[in-house]
């Protein structure tokens, strides 16, 4: 014949005092735990805001083997509304621009305006689509662009203005970078 049995300690016995703290240690605690783990939605502008970190230029190949210089653009940016970037669009017409550019190179030791036609003028560039779940739609993070330099000068300067546009076509703040020397290796920041 098997006995079983459970011994108590007269310290481990529970009290009706003890099972009454641990009822309400069980009905408080999820409660509190649920409160803090909910966090206040931030509030920020609609409208899209940026802020240039920094330029890097560096040596690079392009797809064909050919040596040319590269340029990495990183900034960050903000946006209350969450609508930051565009879907792929379905047709070739569709608008899908939503970072612009301005070039500005150094000519006889003034920055002046470059025209369009500039080899080193950047193409039109679009943030992709980003969007959050939940109630808190303010997107927040760090844009990375790389430019490659074909045809350059060793002692071309150039500075780049620039601005992002969100779904709803409001235009942020204009960024700019530093002054950059293309045939220099390095890093520029503000």
Same mark, same amino acid.
């Given at each position: ?32 735990? #649920?409160?803090? /783990?909910?966090?206040? %939605? ?8 940026? !802020?240039?970190?920094?330029? *890097? +230029? ?61 080899? #080193?003028?950047? /193409?039109?560039?679009? %943030? ?8 808190? !739609?303010?997107?927040?993070? *760090? +844009? ?5 330099y074909l045809f350059y000068e060793s002692t ?35």
């Amino acid at each position: 014949m098997i006995k079983f049995g459970v011994v108590f300690d007269h310290k481990d016995l529970l009290t009706w005092r003890s099972m009454k703290i641990s009822k309400i240690t069980i009905l408080v605690l999820p409660a509190f735990l #649920l409160a803090a /783990s909910c966090h206040k %939605i931030e509030k920020i502008s609609e409208i899209p805001s940026i !802020k240039f970190t920094s330029f *890097t +230029i560096f040596d690079t190949t392009d797809i064909l083997g050919n040596d040319l210089k590269g340029g990495r653009l990183r900034f960050t940016f903000e946006d209350g509304d969450g609508n930051v970037g565009l879907k792929t669009p379905s047709n070739d017409f569709a608008d899908s621009t939503n970072l612009f550019f301005t070039l500005y190179r150094k000519t006889n030791g003034v920055l002046v305006t470059a025209p369009d036609d500039d080899p #080193l003028y950047p /193409s039109a560039y679009r %943030i992709p689509y980003m969007e959050r779940d939940g109630q808190d !739609k303010v997107l927040k993070g *760090t +844009i990375s662009v790389t430019f490659l330099y074909l045809f350059y000068e060793s002692t071309d300067t150039i500075k780049y203005d620039f601005y992002i546009k969100d779904r709803d076509e409001n235009e942020s703040n204009v960024a700019s970078t530093n002054e950059i020397v293309i045939a220099r290796d390095g890093i520029y920041k503000k």
